[in-house]
């Protein structure tokens, strides 16, 4: 059984920056991939991003040079470093953990970007 954890989220003015972090626990596995998605009100559900053990990262084009996804294995965490927030990128934010064709999500956390 897999556990993930996510904290950081909260309230930032456009232009500002935050961290999310997720930490998983449990049963895991060497090989898998973290990442994040996000679902704004009213809107489905998109991948952020997401990271391989290995390091391989993928972005959604609207984050793309303003979010960095980076991961520290010995510690099963992920990490969403969110520059350049803008409205639109106000979401609950889940992370996810995928392996051995398992996928586990986290309880989600909100990210608000408002004046």
């Known amino acids: 059984q897999v556990q993930l954890v996510e904290s950081g989220g909260g309230l930032v003015q456009p232009g500002g920056s935050l961290r999310l972090s997720c930490a998983a626990s449990?049963?895991?596995?060497?090989?898998?991939?973290m990442g994040w998605y996000r679902q704004a009100p009213g809107k489905q559900r998109d991948l952020v991003a997401a990271?391989?053990?290995?390091?391989?990262?993928r972005y959604a084009d609207s984050v793309k040079a303003r979010f960095t996804i980076f991961r520290a294995n010995a510690k099963n965490t992920v990490y969403l470093q969110m520059n350049s927030l803008r409205p639109e990128d106000t979401a609950v934010y889940s992370c996810?953990?995928?392996?051995?064709?398992?996928?586990?999500w986290g309880q989600g956390t909100q990210v608000t970007v408002s004046s």
């Open positions: 996810y953990l995928d392996q051995c064709g398992s996928h586990t």
């Open positions: 449990g049963n895991i596995f060497s090989s898998n991939t």
């Open positions: 990271i391989t053990n290995g390091g391989s990262t």
